[in-house]
């Protein structure tokens, strides 16, 4: 109902205030059909502040946010680069 009578760009504004407030900036925001209403990219300055940023819009019960970090190719050079030690279960 608010969307009806707000209109989706001061929905996005909200999230660009919301963003900006912990230093982050919105890449882009689409309407979707389907199980997902809302689709938009982000930076955030650590995860850290896109959880807490998560944390606050989910605590007001109208919006279900759901994170999905993008690593950027660069990232995964550098992770294919670590060796973790892993035990595989039963072994």
């Not at 605590?59 to 690593?71: A, E, F, H, M, Q």
Request: glycine share 8%; no cysteine; charged share 25%.
């Amino acid at each position: 109902m608010e969307l009806m009578q707000e209109g989706g760009t001061k929905r996005r504004d909200a999230l660009v205030e919301a963003l900006s407030s912990v230093g982050g900036t919105l890449e882009s925001f689409y309407y979707a059909f389907g199980y997902y209403d809302v689709l938009g990219v982000f930076e955030a300055p650590d995860d850290a502040s896109a959880a807490a940023l998560s944390l606050l819009i989910n605590s007001t019960g109208s919006v279900n946010v759901r994170l999905k970090p993008l690593p950027s190719v660069e990232d995964l050079d550098e992770a294919a680069k670590k060796t973790p030690a892993y035990r595989a279960p039963g072994q």
